[in-house]
């Protein structure tokens, strides 16, 4: 069974950091593009970091600078550094697997609730 699963999140200070990760299993993610998502209450989903299978990285305006996407292919895990994080950082984080040259996304993960108190 393929699995994406993520962990790290948590209660975290403005201005702190923490660090996501998206264990994957069942198969391997090498040739996927990755991509960390996250949806506030009330709002839609937003792309927030994405990876290429050949490591090319892209970032939301609203997080460039202070997130940093990664991965590593020997654990088939990808990583999502989050620093100087803000109140409306706040969402559950959730990462997604899409093959080479697909529009939709493959595989999810379920999330992790990532929240940033003032």
């Known amino acids: 069974q393929v699995q994406l699963v993520e962990s790290g999140g948590g209660l975290v200070q403005a201005g702190g950091s923490l660090t996501l990760s998206c264990a994957a299993s069942?198969?391997?993610?090498?040739?996927?593009?990755m991509v960390w998502f996250r949806q506030a209450p009330g709002k839609l989903r937003e792309l927030v970091a994405q990876?290429?299978?050949?490591?090319?990285?892209y970032y939301a305006d609203s997080v460039k600078g202070r997130f940093t996407i990664s991965r590593d292919n020997a654990k088939n895990t990808v990583y999502l550094q989050m620093t100087s994080l803000k109140p409306e950082d706040t969402a559950v984080y959730s990462c997604?697997?899409?093959?080479?040259?697909?529009?939709?996304?493959?595989?999810w993960g379920q999330g992790t609730q990532v929240t940033v108190s003032s």
């Open positions: 997604a697997a899409r093959r080479v040259g697909a529009v939709d996304y493959e595989y």
């Open positions: 069942g198969r391997t993610f090498s040739s996927y593009t």
């Open positions: 990876i290429s299978s050949a490591g090319g990285t």
